[in-house]
């Protein structure tokens, strides 16, 4: 008799057992609304290390769990497209890079419409976003998202290798590569210039150079223009400086993390990067330069000084949540006055006027930087890549002629068939 | 009536005098079920194993391929349309990324498998036989196949810089000058081969190992007392004697090869670095997935990649059965 029953019931729960699995992947966004938590996707970052640390102050004022995963960039952006294409309501925050996953995000449908909300709020203050972030994290004249970390491109110097030199810190694009040639030639094992070599990673830090040689990705009717001559003059410009006055035996991989590590090992005079990543310059425990680094804003092209200002991360609430009432009240919590201006403090630059106008904003900023940070706040373009769905395509795209210059291949010739490709793309895009 | 019935059981009962011919009482739904389940034993216990085989193997293959006949984009569940075999045609026509992807899976695994075994059956008679401290010496070739294939790709990657790497510090020590290892264009895939060698030449070493430990000696000792030198035995004893285990050892390590990614990503990251260097097919598949969204496109690469996996081991198990006999 026993024995029947259990061949009966283990077929059974064998056969169960493998269906719940399908379905038990996640609680569902019910059980999260009546436990009151909040799950919530950030990124690796410094923003995120102060948040992490006051969390336990909102769940003591909300009454609210948080559930926190936190991961790298490459990874992040992976998941994302695995559980938000499965349409999985696991994700109730999530910290996201407006200008690279967001208009594909929004076209998906993976981000829920906050207008009404950002603006319901007087205290927490909707309009003290800068207009350049905000205009990012907006996308059909919907706003999906809330911008916490803003970005510049500034130059990044070696104060005591400009002395030795004896050049004064360049105004112009002409003075940089001057500079540069000059440190190059007279401190032995020490290149002039580093910057972004990857074919991808580049484009973000060339872009202010493109905009200084008074070109950009698209033209004013959203064609091509990576093959105008102002874009080639910048291609050959980037690329040149890299290979001239660059390291020896140069990788074109580079990313931020190589690049930095080569200027904090102190084997290059001029680095141009994000001011959001001066931390790592400047802090004794990850660089040998310390001491000696200084910061002005980028040097002015044929068309002037034009770096990127844009937001390089926002929080969104997942349109698939069951728990977006929550959600907003966690972000309404991350971004508020008080932690953008704590974050800020930690090295963070926000997309706060409010917190840029208050002096204890800057207070924590080398002064250099602070001033660098305020005068490309002024003139600085709103994109540092090409504003596309498929970002990661059309960055490839338009990379191809930093890297080809890099490697001392035909520069403008690169240049045509980068603007011949990334034409065809765009209009694939159209259809 | 014990589920644990032989055949023999069921035989002996059918067959029982009077089967079939006394009015049977109706049998009670438990006792119908136990006798279906009885009759279909081997299905029943092999069901669970079988419905994991379906969910987890072969419906994500069929998902794949149906997609790989659409125009599927940007998001999978986004509409799209069916578009036949026209994925095929585009990624079989492309010449930039498809065609060099191949060649370069092939090389990378042919290579790094020809080097693996030759390595692997030379360490392998170094540790034939006994030896002092032999075992400190097999934890430490054990040691690279025990590490974390991307943390391997991390470290390399430091080692190989090619301005603060310890390599060309050291061959700047001998007089060498720098190399570009990783970073350039035409020194990076062997560069992954080589890690992919450091790391996986262990794996075919134990194969190997067991396979010698098992051989039996007296073939051996009767060529030696024939004169055989230590090349003839091994060219025409031992060898052909290991040839199946070795032909286990490049199926295991081949598939395996073929399919590397880990090592690659974490050297070179997405798209198999600026001038797709190191862009195997794994990686070119998971570019177009995951950096362009053409999950399409992406399928079709997949399905053409299995394809090509399944052909390389059909060859080897053919070569392998005809070598057993």
Known sequence: MKRRSIVKYAAVAAALSLGLTACGGGSGSGDAKAAGTVRVTLANHVWTEGIKAAIPEFEKASGLKVELTQLGEDQLSDQYNVKLNAGSDEIDVMMYRPLQEGKAFAKNGYLADLTSKVSSDATWDWKDYQEGPVKATTVDGKVVGVPIITEREVLYYRKDLLQAAGVAVPKTMDELQAAAKKVSETTPDTAGFVARTGKSAAVTQFSSFLYSFGGDFTDASGKSAVGSDAAKKAYSFYGGLIKNYGPKNVSTDMSWPEAMAIFTQGKAAFYTEADSLYKNATDPAKSKVADKVGFAALPAGPAGSKPYNIPSWGLAVNQASGNQDNAWKFIQWATSKERTLEAQKAGVPGPRASVWADPAGTSTYPKDLAEAIAASAKVGVGHDRPEVVTVGKAREIVGAPIVATITGADSSAAADTAHDAFQKFLDSEKK | ?325
């Open chain 2, 1 to 325: 009536m014990s589920v644990l019935n032989t055949s023999r059981g069921e035989t002996a009962r059918d067959t029982a005098p009077g089967a079939g011919r006394s009015p049977a009482r109706t049998p009670g739904p438990r006792e119908n079920f136990s006798a279906w389940a009885n009759r279909h034993r081997k299905w029943l216990f092999a069901a669970p194993a079988m419905i994991f085989v379906g969910v987890l193997i072969v419906f994500p293959l069929a998902w794949t391929l149906y997609l790989s006949l659409t125009d599927s984009q940007g998001s999978v569940r986004a509409a799209s349309q069916f578009v036949g075999l026209e994925n095929y045609l585009t990624v079989l026509s492309d010449v930039e990324r498809f065609w060099p992807a191949v060649g370069r899976t092939l090389s990378f695994t042919g290579v790094a498998l020809a080097c693996e075994v030759v390595l692997g059956m030379g360490i392998a008679l170094l540790l034939w036989r006994p030896f002092r401290g032999e075992k400190w010496v097999r934890v430490a070739i054990l040691l690279p196949l025990v590490a974390t294939p991307v943390a391997v790709g991390m470290m390399w990657r430091l080692i190989f810089d090619p301005n603060i790497g310890f390599v060309n510090q050291l061959l700047g020590m001998i007089g060498i000058p720098p190399q570009p290892w990783l970073s350039g264009q035409d020194t990076a895939l062997g560069t992954t081969i080589f890690m992919d060698i450091w790391q996986w030449t262990p794996m075919v070493v134990l194969i190997l190992l067991a396979g010698l430990t098992s051989l039996s000696e007296e073939p051996d000792e009767a060529a030696r007392m024939d004169g055989a030198n230590a090349f003839q035995r091994f060219f025409f004893i031992t060898l052909p004697l290991m040839m199946p285990t070795v032909i286990v050892a490049v199926l295991l390590r081949g598939i395996d090869a073929l399919k590397t990614f880990d090592i690659l990503y974490a050297t070179k990251g997405k798209g198999g670095g600026s001038f797709h260097e190191v862009e195997t097919l794994n990686v070119y598949a998971y570019g177009l997935s995951f950096d362009y969204n053409q999950y399409g496109l992406s399928s079709a690469v997949l399905i053409l990649f299995f394809m090509i996996i399944i052909g390389t081991m059909w060859l080897l198990t053919m070569r392998k059965k005809a070598v057993s006999k």
